[in-house]
């Protein structure tokens, strides 16, 4: 059975790796190696959720390195801060040591969660996949895991793994708090539009009454008038 290192960033990421792979008869080992994931605590999330997917799918886990300096990472993209622009260099270092530890550890092959992830950048993970095999004189199998996201998300909630709420450096931390900031702010715009919208139908329903009540009075005090004494 062909031995595949499965280098995987994250436990939910990694199920529908490990499902379809063996499906095709491969026997993946995981390999958890992401230096980028901030703040230390996220990564140690994350590195536990990993450790419950191997426990619970039974699939062998190599660990290595533990999450790296930020403000070194963010010096080191020297400006190239971008979504998307920023990401080659984050792949880079996690392809480059698990093409080189496929070559040490004789596997047949080594390929990445990341390729389920439909946020990722599919065609810049080929790439630095690509080049990281030349490299080191591994062999990347490509496979596109996307098909499977909807699986991956309920599978990982049927099993209760610890799903993340950013893709893991600082920068993409700071950007979906900024998100979650920006949709409290029109959520609670949205909330005190309809406040004040009933509270001028209550105004108008108010006016409303106030005039026909007006208006019953003065009928009945004309009635008085007009009866006899
Ligand atoms: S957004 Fe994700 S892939 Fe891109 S640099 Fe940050 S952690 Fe890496």
Known sequence: MPRILLHVCCGPCSLMPVVHLRDEGFEPTAFFFNPNIH??????????????????????????????????????????????????????????RTAALAAEQGFDAFTSSLLYSRYQHHETIIAEAQRAAALAGARFLYRDFRPWWWDGINLSKELGIYRQKWCGCILSMKEALLQQKEAEERKAALKAEKAARLAQEAEERRKRHEAFAAKKARKLARRKEGSPA
Not at 71 to 89: D, P
């Open 39 to 96: 703040p230390a605590d996220e990564w140690k999330k994350r590195r536990d959720a990993m450790r419950e997917v191997s426990e619970k799918l039974g699939v062998p886990l190599l660990e290595e390195g533990g999450p790296e300096n930020p403000g070194l990472w963010v010096r080191a993209l020297h400006g190239v801060t971008r979504e998307g622009e920023r990401c080659a260099l984050c792949y880079r270092p996690r392809m480059e």
